[in-house]
């Protein structure tokens, strides 16, 4: 009877078999020195750029910002009914600053009518053309934006065990003036499913449990209880350095991250 249990389906999800052996996420964040968001109806298909409501010409414009070492990340943030407008997408856009050692991405948003995302994208790179769009910029750089991958058709994890998570940091602690939820496209990770991004500052978690959440979002306990949640920050760029960094955090707690 046990073998038969232990082969069940649910049994053999990478994420499940992952937590079992005690497989640690940390040092698994994907460092990026720029990250783009931008809103995609679902359906999502595996390769998101592939979906039926995927822009025509947004996977070009989004190769030549990578192409030319200006994001090394980008997602698909699915459309919430409250932060939302239709016939409009939110565009998430966040750099490494240039001025020395940080905390915290620089984040640049806008709300930009359908017609125009690809122009607005196009002309991220150029201050002089993005001056045209400063109408649909939005002041949103006191906000923490959280993204909980639940991108299942990519991989069956982010979907199961994803959601739950998402479903709790949305309708119990979000607010549009200090903290969002959103459901994102795939960030990498699944085998640590559910896996989270946290901006502006970049903080991956992974294996996360609904007893965490109120400290992720109050910061209101011991870092240590997080400790083997947490993968990652993306302002470092090899594994060795976030693993050398979540020690330092357990040691120093939240003030460290701020």
């Known amino acids: 009877m046990k073998i038969e249990d232990d082969n069940r389906p649910e049994h ?14 940390a040092g698994s964040g994907s460092g990026f020195d720029g990250f783009l968001g931008i809103e ?30 200006l994001i090394n990340k980008s997602t698909a943030l699915h459309p919430d009914p409250e932060y939302s407008v239709e016939g409009h997408k939110t565009v998430l856009y966040l750099r490494r600053p240039h001025d020395g050692p940080f905390a915290s991405y620089r984040k640049d948003e806008y709300l930009v009518p359908d017609e125009e995302l690809i122009s607005l994208v196009e002309a991220l790179p150029d201050l002089e053309s993005l001056v045209g769009f400063e109408c649909y910029r939005r002041d ?6 959280v993204l909980v991958c639940t991108h299942g058709s990519r ?31 795939h960030i990498g990770g699944h085998r640590f499913a559910p896996t989270l991004l ?15 959440v109120e400290n992720l979002v109050l910061r209101n306990g011991s870092f240590s209880d997080l400790g083997h949640f947490y993968r990652g920050w993306a302002g470092f760029g090899s ?5 050398a960094e979540r020690e330092i955090l357990i040691r120093e707690g939240w003030t460290w991250a701020g």
């Open 140 to 145: 949103a750089s006191h906000v923490r934006d």
């Open 198 to 212: 946290e901006l502006p500052e970049g903080r991956y978690w992974g294996h996360f449990e609904t007893r965490a």
């Open 40 to 69: 995609i109806p679902p359906p999502w298909k595996n390769n998101v750029t592939e979906s039926v409501h995927y822009p025509e010409g947004l996977r070009d414009a989004v190769g030549t910002l990578s192409r030319a070492g």
């Open 239 to 243: 594994k060795f350095e976030q693993i």
């Open 12 to 25: 053999r999800l990478c994420a499940v078999v992952s937590k079992t052996v005690g497989d640690d996420p």
């Open 155 to 185: 991989d069956v994890c982010c979907g199961k065990f994803g959601y739950p998570i998402y479903n709790l940091l949305r309708s119990r602690y979000a607010g549009p003036d200090r903290l969002r939820v959103w459901r994102t496209s």
